[in-house]
């Protein structure tokens, strides 16, 4: 495949570092995002234009591809005036890099093959400075023809690409992994709020714990806050809270029940309504310890 012209919407911290990569390797790109100086680091580096809309850059893309913040904001770039859906062209294809709510992912998807346009949905693990290398992970679903066709560019982008199935199984996936991991540091984070209200020795819990089979690397991260007030899992609470809340949504639209996503959500929730949503997850710690009976 010769290099194609990569449109990408969503320059964030993710976003940006993935398109710094795109650039390094030679790809021509056009950008939107509100954050005009993360536009302009972008034009800097050369081989790059800004697009005036989302048509505008469909129009321009041969890849149109998508870092954003929740499928409210997708859907709007998808079908709002001037919107993707407006400047698609045959051939082409939309892929959705952030989490969003499979059943959105799976609607928007099939409006596009109307058009003759291919969608995947690739969410991404690990962090910003894998992107930055290209060596994250993506999970990726869709069309297995228009996945074969356009893996060399998802392998420019990340070190290990997995192939999960039918459009929507990416995103169902990353929601399974965040409510996994999510719900953990949650767990954890409140053991130690309870050792430090109990007077137990939160550095002694953790070597005991740590001992065996509850160890993993999320324990580390919360231990790291609770005991020694190191803040390093870079993922927000804000962002723990809304794919929580996908989760939930999700089962529901799978007319099953999440008791335990429902309660990591409420009390996700709840950390965000008292400010901490800027924090990163095992500081919810925070609010655990600040729990009064009502």
Known sequence: MSKP??????LGLMGGNMVENLQKRGFEVVVMDLNKDAVAKVL????AREASSPKELAEA???VELCLTTSAVVEKIVYGENGLLAGFKSGSVLIDFGTSIPASTKKI???LA???VGMLDAPLGRTPAHAKDGLLNIMAAGDKDTFEKFEPI???QGENVFYLGDLGAGHTTKLINNFMGMTTVCAMSQAFAVAKLAGVDRQQ???IMSAGPSNSPFMRFCKNYAVDDVSDLGFSINNANKDLGYFV??????NSQTSIGEATSANLKAAVEAGMGDGNVPEIFDYFVGLKDS
């Open 114 to 116: 109307k058009k003759g």
């Open 44 to 47: 800097e580096r050369g081989n």
């Open 5 to 10: 012209v990569i449109g990408f919407i969503g």
């Open 61 to 63: 893309c041969d890849i």
């Open 249 to 254: 949504q999700m089962v529901s639209d799978l």
């Open 205 to 207: 819990l953790y070597d």
């Open 154 to 156: 998802l392998k420019e």
């Open 109 to 111: 998807g099939a409006d």
